[in-house]
């Protein structure tokens, strides 16, 4: 079956690299994902990669527009980022990337940048776009749980400011890689682990230190269970993240995007200090995200 | 030239082996370091280890004491940990290794535990014992930085209480494994950039989350310097550590054992708060710590 798209979205992150072919009516035609991230590619292995992926779907020569790490200093062409506040996406930002193959044009989104504090998101501002066409006038704050969690300010259609937390790659470094693997090996989960964890992390957020060598402790003295262990390291440093993020939550409206199970698990702990979080499936943010520049890009060709 | 010890020196980590050959007045004869640390080895490892570095010290059977990971479950016999509170060390719970070679007679220190909250140390009671060696009659604190940093309440002779913090384990992830390396690369430090952020961690130790990935955003759009990335991270989490640890230096009399860096930087991260910190060499502590148990195994033999 041949797929003619009538444009290519692109989530091109670190670690990979996922396109959908589009209809035009934004219905999702065919769907295409490999492990080629940034990460794995020197500038000169992101076309090829590509075409590896989409080239089946280039015979109208449909446009592409991509967003995540791509557009990094790093990446296949650098978007340069754009400063809060603003809109989450700018059509007129796009920037071609440079390609040989006359099929291909790939238009790449820009991340945003703050300026003070400083922080920096790529990928995030396209959920964001989309998380605002999906809810249209939406007034508060966006959480984007997952390996660098986001809190995002919005007010009128703008990001007002943001905060990014390293709480998911710090569970991946403790769980797999420190001394703490030992105790965590397996599957399972221990959901009244998770909440004391949470609560006790929100009350005493500065003793997270002392509290992360007790899971190896407890587990070598007192019979701490993998799975307990786990939710109890999951719940720490996402009670640590919620305490420092608190102006984000307190009193607001919440809505996450993210990953299905890492999603409830955020829900499960705001709900606990009586936040009623709403929830955005991650991949339907990128894809509305992605579509709200298409038709510039039609026009740009 | 033959080197005929009245006994040997071991402190066997996870990470390395090392052995002194001491003579009968307490002077080191030889040293003798390899990286055959317990993480290398499976428990058939340990002996031909041990005789590959120590072998040529063997001649007149002179006994060993050995204290570290190599009296924990995956070590080379399990030397069961003594519960606080209660002195550090005590000769009648050493264990002997089995050996094979008839010129090896190899006892063990335990470590200790404390049941609540949960902790351990293996190692770091030997220092302890040597410490209060050193200082006859000390009472107050004890802080032994490092991958594990341990803070001991001491009193009578005795281990009152203890807490292990994660500091030098999450510094060497965050700075070599996670998304942070790319702007530490190289050597350097910012002493200011370090005060700063001591201080800043102490006043706020719940932000420490927000903080990590800030180095990464100003190395981005602000360029921050890899030293100050470095030091500033050193900073995050000493202070963190410190302010967990209030209860154990506020008001109290404090020496630090550690290696020689990360001890200043203690130091000055304490000096800053009105502690004025003594300072001991490791090592120091571990041959005198680890000589207050061998009259035991002559006598043992």
Redesign the interface.
Known sequence: MTVTPAWIAVDWGTSNLRAWAMGPDGRVLAEATSDEGMGKLSREGFEPALLRLVGPWLADRPPVVACGMVGS?QGWCEAP?RTVPCTPLDRGALVLAPATDARLKVWIAPGL???S????MRGEETQIAGALRLLPGYDGVLCLPGT?SKWVHISAGEVVSF?????G??FA??SE???LRHGMQGAGWDEAAFDAAVSDALSR??????R???L???G???G?SPQAARARLSGL?IG??L???RPYWLGQRVTLIGAETLSAAYARALAAQGVAAQRLNATDCTLAGLASLSPMTEGAR
């Open positions: 200093r980022y940048k703050q300026t504090p400083a922080d920096v660098h905060q990014t937390y390293m709480t790659e710090m470094l403790l890689a420190s001394v957020p500065e003793r997270l230190g002392a992360l060598f007790s190896r402790a407890e070598l003295i007192a701490l440093l640590t993240e305490a420092a993020a």
